[in-house]
Structure formats: structure tokens, C-alpha cells
Nanobody, 121 residues
């Protein structure tokens, strides 16, 4: 009964920026943390960035540290991923998720449908 919907994906040139949004809706929403994951063909779904809902503390994968910023708007039940200095290797389907204490995919119980991000040269 909790739905997560991503938006903001698209095609962008290398070095450019893109901002993803994920909005939660439904009768109830309870999450310790929110996160962004991505998956490319032939690869496992990997953690990109996460945020603790109450404290706002953040975590980032080494591959995106310094380039991506995760934030949340509690009143809107929305989490954002600001992506800058995009590289071709950032191309993937990006998913937002709501979960518990860890940053592994298994720690997240609710998932969005994904949004495609394609970075071109």
C-alpha cells in the first residue's frame, strides 16, 4: 500500500546534470531510511546513495561521492538525487527505495519502478 514513483530520468551529455525525484504515496509510510540504487545490464543492483529520514545523515557509494547529492523533503514524502558531472558509466536504471538500517538491497522493502538515466558522449 506504499508506492514509490521516480521521475526525472532521461538522456544527458557526459559532464551534465540531472535531478531525480521519488515520491511516496499510500495509506501509510514508515521508513528508517531512503535510498537510491542503480542497475545496468549484466550487473547486480548497487547502492548509490542513502539518507536517514529523521537525522538527514547521508551515505554514498565511492563511485558517486562528490558528484551526487541525496536530500529529502519530509513534508512532501519526497527524496531527491542531484546528479552532476555525469559519466557514461553512470548509465543505468535508477530505483528509489524505502527500508531499514542497512544499505544493502535486502534492507529495503519498498521499491519504485525505476527511471532510465542515459549518459552519452
Amino acid at each position: 500500500q506504499v508506492q514509490l514513483v521516480e521521475s526525472g530520468g532521461g538522456l544527458v551529455q557526459a559532464g551534465g546534470s540531472l535531478r531525480l525525484s521519488c515520491t511516496a504515496s499510500g495509506r501509510t509510510f514508515s521508513a528508517y531510511s531512503m535510498g537510491w540504487f542503480r542497475q545496468s545490464p549484466g550487473k547486480e543492483r548497487e547502492f548509490v546513495a542513502g539518507i536517514r529520514w529523521a537525522s538527514g545523515s547521508r551515505a554514498y557509494a565511492e563511485a558517486v561521492k562528490g558528484r551526487f547529492t541525496i536530500s529529502r523533503d519530509s513534508a512532501k514524502n519526497t527524496v531527491y538525487l542531484q546528479m552532476s558531472s555525469l559519466k557514461i558509466e553512470d548509465t543505468a536504471v535508477y530505483y528509489c527505495a524505502a527500508g531499514s538500517a542497512g544499505w544493502a538491497p535486502a534492507d529495503f522493502r519498498s521499491w519504485g519502478q525505476g527511471t532510465q538515466v542515459t549518459v552519452s558522449s
